[in-house]
Protein backbone atom coordinates (compact mmCIF):
# COMPACT_ATOMS: atom_id res chain seq x y z
CA UNK A 1 0.00 0.00 0.00
CA UNK A 2 1.38 3.43 -0.94
CA UNK A 3 1.83 5.65 2.15
CA UNK A 4 -0.31 8.69 2.65
CA UNK A 5 0.95 12.31 2.12
CA UNK A 6 1.25 15.05 4.74
CA UNK A 7 -0.15 18.56 4.46
CA UNK A 8 0.51 21.35 6.66
CA UNK A 9 -1.64 24.55 5.95
CA UNK A 10 -0.36 27.60 8.21
CA UNK A 11 -1.62 30.88 8.49
CA UNK A 12 -2.60 33.77 11.26
CA UNK A 13 -5.64 32.99 13.33
CA UNK A 14 -9.07 34.33 11.39
CA UNK A 15 -7.09 33.71 7.99
CA UNK A 16 -9.76 31.01 6.58
CA UNK A 17 -7.18 27.62 7.38
CA UNK A 18 -9.87 25.90 8.52
CA UNK A 19 -12.67 26.14 5.84
CA UNK A 20 -9.81 25.73 3.08
CA UNK A 21 -8.57 22.12 5.13
CA UNK A 22 -11.65 20.96 4.98
CA UNK A 23 -12.47 22.27 0.95
CA UNK A 24 -9.26 20.66 0.45
CA UNK A 25 -10.43 17.00 2.42
CA UNK A 26 -12.97 16.84 0.22
CA UNK A 27 -11.31 17.35 -2.84
CA UNK A 28 -8.70 14.67 -1.85
CA UNK A 29 -11.77 12.40 -0.93
CA UNK A 30 -13.95 13.20 -4.60
CA UNK A 31 -10.23 11.63 -6.42
CA UNK A 32 -11.19 8.42 -4.39
CA UNK A 33 -7.98 9.57 -1.79
CA UNK A 34 -8.31 8.64 1.44
CA UNK A 35 -8.09 11.90 3.36
CA UNK A 36 -8.89 13.51 6.81
CA UNK A 37 -8.24 16.95 8.67
CA UNK A 38 -6.16 17.02 11.36
CA UNK A 39 -6.35 20.19 14.66
CA UNK A 40 -2.99 21.22 15.98
CA UNK A 41 -2.86 20.73 19.00
CA UNK A 42 -4.64 17.71 19.41
CA UNK A 43 -7.39 19.11 22.25
CA UNK A 44 -8.86 15.79 23.32
CA UNK A 45 -5.39 13.91 23.75
CA UNK A 46 -4.34 13.99 27.41
CA UNK A 47 -2.19 15.46 29.63
CA UNK A 48 -1.40 18.56 27.48
CA UNK A 49 -4.29 18.76 24.98
CA UNK A 50 -7.11 19.87 27.58
CA UNK A 51 -4.85 22.10 29.44
CA UNK A 52 -3.82 23.97 26.20
CA UNK A 53 -7.29 24.68 25.20
CA UNK A 54 -7.94 26.28 28.55
CA UNK A 55 -4.76 27.84 28.69
CA UNK A 56 -5.39 29.54 24.94
CA UNK A 57 -8.81 30.80 26.22
CA UNK A 58 -9.46 31.34 29.53
CA UNK A 59 -7.65 34.39 31.49
CA UNK A 60 -8.26 32.82 35.13
CA UNK A 61 -7.01 29.48 34.05
CA UNK A 62 -3.76 31.83 32.24
CA UNK A 63 -3.35 33.56 35.78
CA UNK A 64 -3.45 30.87 38.00
CA UNK A 65 -1.61 28.34 35.58
CA UNK A 66 1.36 31.05 34.31
CA UNK A 67 4.31 29.93 32.32
CA UNK A 68 6.70 31.45 30.49
CA UNK A 69 7.16 31.16 26.21
CA UNK A 70 9.17 28.49 26.19
CA UNK A 71 7.36 26.18 29.18
CA UNK A 72 4.65 26.83 27.09
CA UNK A 73 6.35 26.25 23.48
CA UNK A 74 7.46 22.43 25.47
CA UNK A 75 3.88 21.99 25.92
CA UNK A 76 2.79 21.80 22.69
CA UNK A 77 5.56 20.09 21.26
CA UNK A 78 4.65 17.17 23.75
CA UNK A 79 1.03 17.42 22.37
CA UNK A 80 2.81 16.83 18.79
CA UNK A 81 5.02 14.37 20.06
CA UNK A 82 2.49 12.39 21.80
CA UNK A 83 0.13 12.17 18.56
CA UNK A 84 3.18 10.95 16.26
CA UNK A 85 2.57 7.23 16.71
CA UNK A 86 -0.82 7.69 15.45
CA UNK A 87 0.07 10.00 13.09
CA UNK A 88 2.38 7.75 11.42
CA UNK A 89 0.27 4.87 11.91
CA UNK A 90 -2.18 6.54 10.23
CA UNK A 91 -0.25 7.51 6.84
CA UNK A 92 1.29 4.19 6.43
CA UNK A 93 -2.37 2.73 5.85
CA UNK A 94 -2.27 4.93 2.72
CA UNK A 95 -4.44 8.11 4.69
CA UNK A 96 -3.51 11.79 3.47
CA UNK A 97 -3.56 14.14 6.49
CA UNK A 98 -4.19 18.02 6.14
CA UNK A 99 -2.95 19.38 9.14
CA UNK A 100 -4.54 22.65 10.31
CA UNK A 101 -1.00 24.03 12.08
CA UNK A 102 1.99 22.44 12.80
CA UNK A 103 5.53 22.79 13.86
CA UNK A 104 6.00 26.08 12.03
CA UNK A 105 2.70 27.22 13.86
CA UNK A 106 4.17 26.99 17.33
CA UNK A 107 8.06 28.48 15.36
CA UNK A 108 5.94 31.77 14.53
CA UNK A 109 3.95 32.35 18.00
CA UNK A 110 7.20 31.09 19.98
CA UNK A 111 8.97 33.80 18.03
CA UNK A 112 5.84 36.39 18.54
CA UNK A 113 5.97 35.91 22.30
CA UNK A 114 9.97 36.59 22.63
CA UNK A 115 11.35 33.04 22.40
CA UNK A 116 14.94 32.19 20.37
CA UNK A 117 14.55 30.61 17.30
CA UNK A 118 17.20 28.09 17.73
CA UNK A 119 15.57 27.26 21.02
CA UNK A 120 12.24 26.75 19.30
CA UNK A 121 14.07 24.49 16.27
CA UNK A 122 15.69 22.64 19.11
CA UNK A 123 12.63 21.31 20.65
CA UNK A 124 10.89 20.57 17.65
CA UNK A 125 13.54 18.31 16.07
CA UNK A 126 13.00 15.07 16.30
CA UNK A 127 9.34 15.40 14.38
CA UNK A 128 8.17 14.51 11.81
CA UNK A 129 8.17 17.17 8.77
CA UNK A 130 5.43 17.68 6.47
CA UNK A 131 5.51 16.43 2.50
CA UNK A 132 4.43 19.97 1.64
CA UNK A 133 3.55 22.74 4.01
CA UNK A 134 1.38 25.77 2.23
CA UNK A 135 1.10 29.35 3.76
CA UNK A 136 -2.18 31.26 3.86
CA UNK A 137 -0.99 34.78 4.08
CA UNK A 138 -3.38 37.90 3.69
CA UNK A 139 -5.15 40.06 5.89
CA UNK A 140 -7.29 38.16 8.77
CA UNK A 141 -10.81 38.09 8.45
CA UNK A 142 -12.63 40.14 12.01
CA UNK A 143 -15.81 37.94 11.68
CA UNK A 144 -13.47 34.69 12.97
CA UNK A 145 -12.17 36.60 16.18
CA UNK A 146 -12.16 34.51 19.39
CA UNK A 147 -12.94 36.51 22.36
CA UNK A 148 -10.18 36.28 25.42
CA UNK A 149 -7.96 33.56 23.05
CA UNK A 150 -4.18 34.55 23.70
CA UNK A 151 -3.33 34.55 20.57
CA UNK A 152 -5.95 37.28 19.20
CA UNK A 153 -6.11 40.02 21.57
CA UNK A 154 -3.76 42.12 20.35
CA UNK A 155 -3.97 43.40 16.67
CA UNK A 156 -0.36 44.58 16.81
CA UNK A 157 1.08 40.48 18.04
CA UNK A 158 -1.52 39.01 15.32
CA UNK A 159 0.74 41.19 12.96
CA UNK A 160 4.03 39.86 13.91
CA UNK A 161 3.13 36.93 13.92
CA UNK A 162 1.75 37.45 10.61
CA UNK A 163 5.38 38.39 9.68
CA UNK A 164 7.01 35.74 11.25
CA UNK A 165 4.75 33.34 9.04
CA UNK A 166 6.27 34.89 6.12
CA UNK A 167 9.91 35.14 7.17
CA UNK A 168 9.25 31.38 8.10
CA UNK A 169 8.02 30.32 4.96
CA UNK A 170 11.11 32.14 2.84
CA UNK A 171 13.48 29.96 5.76
CA UNK A 172 11.50 26.79 5.63
CA UNK A 173 10.75 26.77 1.77
CA UNK A 174 7.15 27.29 2.19
CA UNK A 175 4.50 27.73 -0.51
CA UNK A 176 2.55 30.84 -0.35
CA UNK A 177 -1.19 31.11 -1.43
CA UNK A 178 -3.03 34.67 -1.22
CA UNK A 179 -5.86 34.20 1.59
CA UNK A 180 -7.84 36.84 0.53
CA UNK A 181 -9.16 35.85 -2.70
CA UNK A 182 -12.59 34.34 -2.64
CA UNK A 183 -13.14 31.00 -1.33
CA UNK A 184 -12.94 29.37 -4.86
CA UNK A 185 -9.67 30.69 -6.26
CA UNK A 186 -7.92 29.83 -2.83
CA UNK A 187 -8.82 26.14 -2.62
CA UNK A 188 -7.24 26.23 -6.83
CA UNK A 189 -4.30 27.85 -5.89
CA UNK A 190 -4.13 25.15 -3.03
CA UNK A 191 -4.87 22.48 -5.60
CA UNK A 192 -1.76 23.88 -7.88
CA UNK A 193 0.60 23.70 -5.27
CA UNK A 194 -0.15 20.19 -4.57
CA UNK A 195 0.02 19.08 -7.75
CA UNK A 196 3.26 20.57 -8.76
CA UNK A 197 4.87 19.67 -5.46
CA UNK A 198 2.94 16.00 -4.47
CA UNK A 199 3.01 13.39 -7.33
CA UNK A 200 0.98 10.26 -7.39
CA UNK A 201 -2.72 10.80 -6.01
Known sequence: MKKGKFIAIYGINGIGKTTQVEILVKYLKDQGIKA????YPVYDLEPEGPFLHKYLRDPEFRKKNELTTDELQQKFVDNRVRYESELEKRLQSGEWIVAEDYIGTGISWGLTWG????????INKELKLPDLSILMHGK??????????????????????????LLLAQKYGWKIVDANQ?????????IEVIEKRVKSY
Do not use: G, P, W
Open 36 to 39: SRLK
Open 140 to 165: RFNTAIEKDHRNEMEDERIQICKNFH
Open 182 to 190: ELESVHEDI
Open 115 to 122: SDLEYLEE
